[in-house]
């Protein structure tokens, strides 16, 4: 059973240390200013920050179920629940490079297009294998994902497909 670093009232000009490398306000959630994370999650992350070659920014941490119900999506997802969080690293990571580094750490790796066609990966700390391709749309319900629960299945298509994935920097 995973345990959780959880506050809900955060001082946001504290700025607290989650580990090493990590702070607490890069996770909190915009609508209620409340985090919730694995510490599971939190290790793997510091560990990421860590070792590879390039820094992260967290683009979506915990976000709260409120959250998501007013923006009319599922509320009961990984960053509702704590588990998930969303990076890029501004441009300089290569996608398969970084897609390979990930999944060495996270069983839960999708690589995300938002509708300003910038990408994003998304890590989760969950209990079972998945791995996804997503293209946003401006209806968060027509969002289009293709799912894989092997990662080599993924990387074969991405790597199919160079017309689509070439020269992408996450």
């Known amino acids: 059973m995973?345990?959780?670093?959880?506050?809900?009232?955060?001082?946001t000009n504290d700025n607290l240390d989650l580990s090493e490398n990590l702070k607490v306000n890069d996770?909190?959630?915009?609508?209620?200013?409340?985090?919730?994370?694995?510490?599971?999650?939190?290790?793997?992350?510091?560990?990421?920050?860590?070792?590879?070659k390039y820094p992260f920014y967290v683009v979506y941490g915990y976000q709260c179920r409120e959250?998501?119900?007013?923006?009319?999506?599922?509320?009961?997802?990984?960053?509702s629940k704590g588990m998930a969080v969303d990076i890029h690293f501004g441009g300089k990571a290569d996608l398969l490079d970084i897609l390979d580094y990930a999944v060495k750490e996270f069983i839960h790796v999708g690589l995300v297009r938002e509708i300003t066609g910038?990408?994003?990966?998304?890590?989760?700390?969950?209990?079972?294998?998945?791995?996804?391709?997503?293209a946003k749309k401006e209806n968060?319900?027509?969002?289009?994902?293709?799912?894989?629960?092997?990662?080599r299945?993924?990387?074969?298509?991405?790597?199919?497909r160079p017309e689509f994935f070439k020269n992408i920097k996450i």
């Open 140 to 151: 968060a319900s027509d969002t289009e994902y293709i799912y894989y629960s092997d990662y």
């Open 27 to 52: 996770f909190l959630c915009p609508h209620c200013n409340r985090i919730k994370l694995s510490t599971d999650l939190i290790k793997r992350l510091t560990k990421l920050k860590n070792e590879y």
């Open 153 to 160: 299945k993924m990387r074969y298509f991405i790597e199919s």
């Open 118 to 134: 910038e990408y994003y990966l998304h890590l989760g700390s969950a209990s079972n294998s998945l791995y996804w391709l997503a």
């Open 67 to 79: 959250y998501f119900l007013e923006k009319g999506e599922n509320p009961d997802n990984s960053h």
């Open 2 to 11: 995973s345990t959780f670093y959880q506050s809900n009232y955060v001082n």
